[in-house]
């Protein structure tokens, strides 16, 4: 049994993408068990580079059997975009290595104009969802009125789709929205299904029976273990377990499957976070401008879905520990040290100052994020690039210790650090 399980470790955006299609080149499966088109994950393979948004970016490798949970939101029209985008980048992607499962949830027109109405209500208080309709589909299955991926297969379908959008249009008054034409999206769902209808499974089965076979499943988190409903910077949080216990619920394993599981947080040398909430350690000015970078750049710190800028900062190892412990990490893999190059002098927020007392933990919980004073260790910098680097002996030496302090202040070993958005730009890190 083999459960690699793959989580961002801040607020999402922190190159899960290319460290899980690296993993995946030693897994049979990979899979997504939480979120929706709101992920955005970057691969780059040679000169081709992915933007994958639903499907799991493991899928890149062609041996691998792609597979999306019922912990899912699934917008049938992203897709269907999506798998055609694959295709004609010549990856094949065909109901025998593609399978999601039927209790995923759906994502209509009318969850996305929920989402922007609700945005827009909230004012200067709004989430900065994605607009991808994430929350009220989640909303809908909590109370219980969602329409599932399976249900597309049934011949009622259409009716419940279109009880459910004529419902929405009444939520879309309460908002002063405009409502939608409820006839053309009827039209557009029932002929997703024939198309869709192939690749629907019975993931929660697969997944169970290809572990006690033995083989290697890789589960690819989505979004940050800081976005969690549960455990993240509430309400400045997405709707699902973002967090490795998610796993389980979203894929349909049990306890025993977690067991011996590696979970591996994907940590960014800096911190970053898209939308509003708490930052402690947020920056500005020109500082903030060099991490973030010009945006010329596929992986500068700009919304790989939305194209908005990142707010930036320096790495918060409060808030890295506080993953540790949620997740259960047994590892992690530091994106972007390349990045760090050239500044004088690197901060790590240590602790924080609150109430005028210095605590090393959250608060109370996430409560209270708001209020915190970040309390800094300063390390000095390196100038060297290290984008040609792919040996530890031939790190600087100030960017070794950068990665042994992080190690340190986590209480888990960083195992690999990125140096660039290429594969083969990791670094191994030796145990110490
Ligand atoms: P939602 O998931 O679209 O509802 O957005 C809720 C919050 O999560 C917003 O602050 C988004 O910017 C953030 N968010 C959602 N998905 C991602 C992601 O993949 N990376 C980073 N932030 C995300």
């Known amino acids: 049994m083999t459960l690699h399980i793959i989580i961002g470790a801040q607020w999402g955006d922190e190159g899960k993408g290319r460290m899980v299609d690296w993993l995946a080149s030693q897994s049979d499966y990979v899979a997504r068990f939480n979120g929706g088109d709101n992920a955005g994950h970057t691969v780059t393979v040679g000169k081709a580079i992915f933007k994958l948004h639903l499907l799991p970016s493991g899928i890149i490798h062609p041996h691998t059997i792609g597979l999306l949970g019922n912990g899912m939101v699934i917008n049938p029209a992203s897709l269907l975009t999506e798998m055609e985008s694959l295709r004609t980048a010549g990856i094949s992607v065909t109901p025998d290595r593609l399978h999601i499962s039927p209790s995923a949830h759906l994502i209509t027109p009318a969850h996305q ?12 208080a709004s989430i900065g969802t994605t607009g991808r309709g994430i929350g009220p589909a989640y909303t809908d299955k909590a109370a219980r009125t969602g329409l599932r991926m399976g249900q597309m297969l049934q011949p009622d379908f ?26 053309p999206i009827l039209k557009t769902f029932a002929s997703y299904k024939d198309s869709i209808a192939p690749y629907i ?5 697969e997944v169970h029976q290809a572990l006690a076979d033995g083989k290697t499943v890789l589960a690819e988190g989505a979004q940050g273990t800081l976005l969690d409903i549960d455990q993240g910077t509430y309400p400045f949080v997405t709707s699902s377990n973002t967090t490795a216990p998610g796993v389980l619920t979203g894929l349909g394993l049990g306890l025993q499957a977690a067991r011996e599981a590696r979970v591996i947080g994907v940590v960014k040398a800096f911190q970053t976070r898209v939308g509003g909430g708490p930052f402690p350690t947020e920056l500005s000015g020109d500082l903030a401008a060099r991490l973030r970078g010009s945006g010329s750049n596929p992986w500068d710190e700009y919304g790989t879905t939305t194209g908005r800028p990142r707010r930036v900062g320096w790495l918060d190892a409060v808030l890295l520990r506080y993953a540790v412990r949620l997740n259960g990490l047994t590892e992690l893999v530091m994106t972007k040290l390349d990045i760090l190059s050239g500044l004088e002098t690197i901060s790590i927020c240590t602790a924080y100052q ?62 690999y650090a990125s140096v660039g958005p290429e594969r083969e730009q990791i670094v191994e890190v030796p145990e110490s």
Not at 159 to 182: F, I, M, P, S
Not at 384 to 413: I, K, M, N, T
């Open 354 to 415: 609150a109430g005028g007392i210095t605590i090393d933990g959250l608060p109370f919980g996430e409560y209270g994020l708001g209020d915190v004073q970040p309390v800094y260790t300063h390390f000095p910098g390196w100038q060297a690039d290290l984008q040609p680097v792919r040996r530890w002996q031939d790190l600087p030496l100030q960017a070794q210790e950068y990665l042994r302090q992080v190690s340190r202040l986590a209480g888990v070993p960083v195992r």
């Open 113 to 124: 104009a929920i989402d922007r109405a609700l945005e827009s209500a909230r004012g200067r």
């Open 158 to 183: 259409q009716d419940r789709l279109q009880a459910h959008l004529e419902n929405a249009n009444r939520l879309l008054v309460l908002y002063g929205a405009a409502t939608l034409e409820v006839a």
């Open 201 to 205: 499974a019975d993931v929660a089965v």
